[in-house]
């Protein structure tokens, strides 16, 4: 009975949709294990041979667990909102709601042909209404919230409302802005609802403000830093800048210790937890303040600032205050403008406008340029009272620390340099150490000298010291800092998000919870309009009526200031939010996804909890991993969840490579010369489809000719010499062949070197797909694909099958297992059991190949011995296993079956088998009991008709036995 794959698993794929197979309940008397995949983009390309990797492992992992008799939760869904379908949507005018469908549907036909358990019942799709209803609902809760310190959590904003009513503000103790301004409780209460409304947003945990952003001119959206690579966007390559926008921005930043303690309760990758560690950037230090001084340039006597235009700066090391010889800002402070000299500010304007173009990675990765500009203004030495020289440099960030800082070139390298480039005074504090040296040591361990007061301490004590100092005379105090910057929550595109916000007289307002969601309107251009707003400005209908709780048409909002008589109809926001919102709690809602009522249940997010094991990659340690914490501790501050982390174990799923073919062109002519002729010759490597290519790299030159018509009319030099062009063997087949190059890289649709995972289904079947994926190597780890080494695995599932089948059927008996049968089982049972629960998925496949050897040698057709064999082997492929469970005559699916269990006795030899040499050569072996005694074994081996014909009638001189060892008869 031959093994019929494709039949064999579009039967099972059928059988599991239709009975819903792998539907998890939110209530079981089972332990429960949530095992969550992070979800796709769906792309238009769909899927390669490397996105499934991942989720072959978890579903391995998922169906081992329904195996140990987990109630396992084991969800799909898609991230569908994003720029790529809005980019589509500009270039062919095709809404991007039908284009993501279309990818939808080709990703689940591709999902479903490899044979995954998910629980499709369960599916989300951020760009569905009915779940981005819930991702505006959760940005009204943060809206309608602050961070209180004392409590360290987030309340609803109602209890600051209390507190300002009764106390004023000077007493609050919270995460806000920097310029909050203080008020008593009468002047509170005295102020309009527009001033009130000003203030609270200062306050509140989602909130508008003036922010510099990453501005893409040709996209027309702000990107966030992990969306721009090199200084352009990640999307298209196209030129970044900075810009001041007036953003949502999301308060994460109060959430930063609870986010590096929160680190030590999950099991996660280290140098993912490192990533994050680095991203947040807790530092303990203290604040200074220098104040502005009012100088004289050419003649111009320059305005004195007030306290409000202190610079201040976040230092680590306090105690190197006297080593301060200048000040740097960065370009983007607001500071700039004001202390600029006349003589200087067209200088300081060129500078400023060049650095906009550069974006905050490449000028934070830019450690060996050095440039600046002198802003003409000086600030006063705390302590000194000295004038201390301000510059601006690009390598000082606005968002980072304050946008200053104080510079110390004898303590610090770029500080050093800095001063050097620019002639710039260098003082030397750190008593015994050379500054002239530009390598600078640790100086942690050295004494202080030439700074007053700190003479003689050490770094730490005169650290304490100086903060001391500091704060008697009001300019500093200590603090702890942290990199992590509040998250800019705007985008300027169409296929997001809409955000549940209108505005009277320019404040924002959230929408009742009961009438969400605010879907998406039809616009005529998904690009920003002329003026500049983004595309939802191109919206016909887009204002809200107050009163009849609906959106409307345009024409009935007036124009700000509305007046009396605009009816309660106001202006929408035109931003959407970002693409990481909706992916920020979707694997909560897999917990309760139909539920119309709220974003979860309690019932079923108190039975889930969290998930047990996430996989996915590290490149979203800064994105998607951090702001999905964010929001689960803020939902948790709510009482919504009942945990503050949401996933326990997460693992990283290393990359498949693939294998790029490349062609070489002589340069200037349209010419190829194989890769065996091409040395000395001055040739441009170009990427060719890997599917003109056969496994003995050897071209298919008339599949490349018609592939682009540039190539229509070239010629290609053989590896044996021979020119093969248009009027080239007109009758015949050359004798050479044109041999590409090879490279292991990124598989991608740009490298030509994509692998279809249909066509490896096709022709080898899921389940081959399946354990091939995992046979390729350890699971973190990136490895190349080959396809040449798929058809070792597929031969081995033929042979699996040729266990049960043979050409007349079934074969499979109900005889007693011999022990060889019960050794050969068990040590795999013992071997894939603990590789699973090690992610060790690779051995498990080489284990199986053993004991399927094993067995075929041993003629094993015993069913106590097939059947867990086929139980066993369903995690990894499901397909094979359930026609082999159902033609042994069990009428339930192989994913009810319990796993097999493991028993050490069938493992305990008893016999052993001895070599039996003569004079130190081996001739023979010979299986005894482990029990017998060294006479017994010399008995039984002298006895032996082998000894006997070797030894031909002599009599031995020695005979030496070791028992459980050797046997060496010697004369």
Request: aromatic share 12%; net charge negative; hydrophobic share 35%.
């Amino acid at each position: 009975m031959k093994y019929n794959f494709n039949e064999i698993e579009a039967k099972w794929q059928k059988y599991w949709a239709d009975n819903q197979t792998f539907k998890a309940e939110n209530n079981s008397a089972k332990p429960k294990f949530y095992v969550l995949d992070m979800f796709p983009y769906p792309s238009g390309a769909g899927l390669h041979v490397g996105h499934p990797l991942g989720y072959i492992a978890s579903d391995i992992y998922a169906r081992y667990k329904r195996h140990k008799g987990f109630n396992v939760l084991h969800p799909m869904g898609y991230d569908s909102f994003g720029l790529p379908a809005e980019q589509y949507a500009i270039q062919t005018g095709q809404h991007p709601a039908v284009t993501t469908e279309t990818n939808i549907a080709r990703y689940r036909e591709q999902l479903d042909k490899i044979g995954f358990s998910f629980d499709w019942s369960r599916e989300v799709r951020t760009s569905n209404p009915e779940y981005y209803k819930w991702t505006q609902w959760i940005f009204i809760q943060l809206f309608n919230s602050w961070y209180n310190n004392v409590n360290d959590k987030a309340e609803d904003i109602s209890t600051l409302i209390k507190k300002f009513e009764a106390e004023g503000n000077a007493s609050v103790n919270a995460v806000c802005d920097d310029n909050v301004r203080v008020f008593t409780a009468e002047a509170w209460n005295g102020f309009t609802s527009e001033e009130q409304q000003k203030i609270l947003l200062q306050y509140r945990l989602t909130y508008l403000a003036e922010t510099e952003v990453n501005w893409c001119p040709a996209l027309g959206t702000v990107l966030a830093n992990d969306e721009i690579v090199n200084g352009v966007s990640e999307r298209g390559g196209h030129p970044v800048v900075r810009k001041k926008m007036k953003q949502w921005s999301m308060r994460i930043s109060a959430y930063a210790e609870r986010l590096l303690q929160g680190l030590e309760k999950v099991d996660w990758p280290e140098p993912l937890k490192e990533i994050q560690r680095n991203w947040i950037g807790k530092s303990v230090g203290a604040v200074v303040k220098f104040k502005v001084q009012g100088l004289k340039f050419s003649n111009i006597e320059h305005e004195v600032l007030n306290a409000e235009n202190d610079i201040e700066v976040f230092t680590t090391r306090p105690d190197t205050i006297f080593g301060v010889s200048f000040m740097t800002l960065a370009p983007e402070h607001e500071l700039v403008e004001k202390i600029t000299t006349p003589e200087q500010k067209a200088e300081v304007e060129a500078y400023i406008e060049a650095t906009a173009k550069r974006s905050e990675r490449e000028r934070m990765a830019d450690v060996k340029t050095i440039s600046g500009v002198f802003t003409g203004a000086y600030a006063e030495h705390p302590f000194t009272k000295k004038p201390v020289p301000i510059w601006i440099g690009d390598y000082v960030l606005a968002g980072y620390g304050t946008g200053a800082v104080m510079a110390v070139p004898c303590g610090d390298q770029r500080d050093y340099d800095f001063a050097k480039h620019f002639g710039i005074e260098i003082p030397n504090i750190f008593e015994g150490v050379d500054i002239s040296q530009e390598a600078f040591a640790d100086k942690e361990n050295t004494v202080i000298s030439n700074s007053d007061f700190l003479n003689g301490l050490g770094y730490k004590e005169a650290a304490k010291i100086t903060i001391a100092e500091l704060e008697k005379i009001g300019q500093g105090e200590g603090k702890v800092n942290y990199r992590l910057r509040d998250a800019v929550f705007s985008r300027q595109r169409y296929w997001g998000e809409p955000f549940p916000v209108y505005y009277v007289n320019g404040l924002p307002q959230m929408i009742d919870k009961k009438h969400l969601p605010i879907e998406l309107p039809e616009v005529e251009k998904y690009l920003p309009t002329e003026t500049g707003e983004p595309p939802l400005g191109n919206a016909t209908d887009w204002a809200w009526d107050t009163v009849n709780n609906k959106v409307v048409s345009n024409d009935l909002c007036y124009a700000e200031p509305v007046e009396a008589s605009h009816n309660g109809i106001y202006p929408l926001e035109l931003n959407t939010m970002p693409g990481w919102a909706g992916s920020s709690w979707y694997f909560n809602r897999y917990m309760d996804a139909g539920n119309i009522g709220e974003f979860a249940s309690q019932d079923a997010l108190n039975y889930w909890r969290d998930v047990d094991l996430y996989i996915g990659g590290s490149e979203h340690a800064t994105g998607h991993l951090l702001y999905a914490r964010f929001w689960q501790k803020f939902l948790f501050d709510q009482g919504l969840l009942p945990v503050d982390e949401f996933a326990k174990k997460l693992i990283n799923q290393g990359m498949i490579l693939g294998e790029s073919a490349f062609v070489y062109r002589i340069e200037g002519e349209n010419t190829f010369i194989s890769k065996n002729l091409k040395e000395g010759k001055s040739v441009t490597p170009i990427h060719t489809d890997v599917s003109f290519v056969n496994t003995s790299d050897e071209l298919d030159i008339e599949a490349f000719k018609n592939w682009r018509p540039e190539f229509k009319e070239a010629e290609f030099v053989l590896n044996n010499g021979e020119i093969y062009n248009a009027n080239s063997f007109p009758s015949g087949r050359p004798g050479g062949a044109y041999l590409v190059g090879r490279e292991v890289e990124k598989m991608s649709k740009s490298k030509y070197n994509v692998v279809n995972p249909d066509d490896i289904c096709e022709n080898y079947g899921a389940d081959t797909l399946r354990m091939y994926e995992m046979f390729l190597g350890p699971l973190e780890q990136a490895k190349p694909w080959s396809t040449a080494g798929i058809t070792g695995v597929h031969g081995f599932l033929k042979k699996l099958w040729k266990l049960y089948f043979d050409d007349n059927g079934l074969k499979v008996t109900d005889d007693e297992p011999t022990k060889e049968n019960l050794k050969s089982l068990h040590k795999t049972i013992k071997k894939v059991e603990e590789d699973i629960e090690n992610f060790s998925f690779n051995t498990s496949v080489s284990t199986f190949m053993i004991c399927v050897n094993e067995l075929t040698a041993q003629k094993c057709t015993s069913k106590k011995i097939l059947e867990p064999l086929a139980v066993l082997i369903s995690p990894y492929a499901p397909h094979i296993a359930e026609e082999l469970w159902h033609k042994l005559g069990n009428e339930e699916s192989v994913a009810t079956a319990s796993f097999p269990v493991f028993n050490e006795k069938y493992l305990v030899e008893s016999n052993k088998t001895y070599p039996i040499s003569f004079n130190g050569k081996m001739r023979f072996t010979l299986d005894l009991p482990l029990d017998m005694t060294k006479d017994e074994i010399e008995k039984t081996v002298m006895a032996h008709e082998k000894t006997q014909a070797q030894l031909e009638g002599r009599t031995p001189k020695k005979i030496i036995v070791v028992p459980g060892k050797i046997v060496n008869i010697v004369g």
